[in-house]
């Protein structure tokens, strides 16, 4: 079955929603609120200011996504492109979805010379999550994410 990686369009906005709710109950047992998730993935779509989403399909279906941030760096005068939304539909995974995913944004920054690096959150205990990005060559950073977060999007 050949894969094909394509950037989004409006019309996906419901599935990457649904994608994003998904992977956040299956990593983190969080139950995202979905007008809130939908209004989220319509507004990154609408302004690629925000980022960017790529979703890869399978005979004509969407099986996998991941979305794209950016981070400017000064230390660096460039841009890191931060992976995140990552989901593979369970039916697919394990067939090179993701690193399919991954190696097309590879290649997409490596065009931009104003980006120098592309990162991912993983959460801690998520050890074949880890194991993979090690394997497409990504390696732990020393530092930990913190926040102050104010907006609940849970239900």
Known sequence: MPLMIRPVCAA?????????ARMALETENK????DT???????MIADPAKGF????????????????????????????????????TPHARRQGVFASLYRHVLQAALTHSHVIGVRLYV????HAAQATYK??????????VMEACWINAFE
């Open 31 to 34: 139950h995202l609120e979905p």
């Open 37 to 43: 998730v939908r209004a989220g993935v319509a507004a």
């Open 12 to 20: 996906d906005a419901d599935i990457v929603a649904d994608f994003n």
């Open 135 to 144: 394997k497409m060559g990504m390696a732990m950073t020393s530092y930990q």
């Open 53 to 88: 989403y790529f979703v890869a399909e399978i005979e004509g279906a969407i099986v996998g996504q991941l979305g794209v941030t950016r981070e400017w760096s000064d230390w660096r005068n460039g841009d890191f492109w931060w992976i995140q939304s990552v989901y593979v």
């Open 123 to 126: 959460e801690h205990d998520n």
